[in-house]
T-cell receptor, first 112, second 113 residues
Framework: EAGVAQSPRYKIIEKRQSVAFWCNPI?????LYWYQQILGQGPKLLIQ????????DSQLPKDRFSAERLKGVDSTLKIQPAKLEDSAVYLC??????????FGQGTRLTVV | GENVEQHPSTLSVQEGDSAVIKCTYS??????FPWYKQELGKRPQLIID?????GEKKDQRIAVTLNKTAKHFSLHITETQPEDSAVYFC????????????FGTGTLLAVQP
């Protein structure tokens, strides 16, 4: 079974630039999560989708972050403009309903 | 809002000893409690989970206990091995329709050979 795919694996950008991350969840998983994991901390939920609808985005800094999940499959997370404090690993996860969340390898973002 | 607290933040044990990590949660509607292991530079991976209709679950050297009244749950690793060294995260769902998965702050477990 293929896992959650994310790209790119690494990204270095200057502050105030834009960046986008892509996630392809496990086939058939209706729930998709984007988490931000700052070094030494636990994953922080940014946004959760159920199919192509947003279930929760209460922790998403909406002035600079946006996410979409067109057709209820792939998802993209965008940051525009980036700040130094956005440096983190961005993890995508998917699940079938209220069960195990499977994580992708993550995208490590460094903002300089 | 929902909150999950995890202790200790670091734990060092000798190989063969037991390790215990504890978490508390705030949302009384939570009914799913997974534990994830994250090795350096890798993705979090589920090692065990428990639902609210069960008080304890065991899988070889790993066990999880849940006390719904007190809103806390614990991970127990027996006969620790060096390969158990990693960061462990507890999590709890938010219950209800959203089913948000909220993570604790993590415990760095070091098993000394």
């Amino acid at each position: 079974e293929a896992g959650v795919a994310q790209s790119p694996r690494y990204k270095i950008i200057e502050k105030r630039q834009s960046v986008a991350f892509w996630c392809n969840p496990i086939s058939g998983h209706a729930t998709l999560y984007w988490y931000q994991q700052i070094l030494g901390q636990g994953p922080k939920l940014l946004i959760q989708f159920q199919n192509n609808g947003v279930v929760d985005d209460s922790q998403l800094p909406k002035d600079r972050f946006s996410a979409e999940r067109l057709k209820g499959v792939d998802s993209t997370l965008k940051i525009q403009p980036a700040k130094l404090e956005d440096s983190a690993v961005y993890l995508c996860a998917s699940s079938i309903g209220q069960g195990e969340a499977f994580f992708g390898q993550g995208t490590r973002l460094t903002v300089v | 809002g929902e909150n999950v607290e995890q202790h200790p933040s670091t734990l060092s044990v000798q190989e063969g000893d037991s390790a215990v990590i504890k978490c508390t949660y705030s949302d009384s509607a939570s009914n799913y409690f997974p534990w994830y292991k994250q090795e350096l530079g890798k993705r979090p991976q589920l090692i065990i989970d428990i639902r609210s209709n069960v008080g304890e679950k065991k899988d070889q050297r790993i066990a999880v206990t849940l006390n719904k009244t007190a809103k806390h749950f614990s991970l127990h690793i027996t006969e620790t091995q060096p390969e158990d060294s990693a960061v462990y995260f507890c999590a709890a769902n938010s219950g209800g329709a959203t089913n948000k998965l909220i993570f604790g702050t993590g415990t760095l477990l070091a098993v000394q050979p």
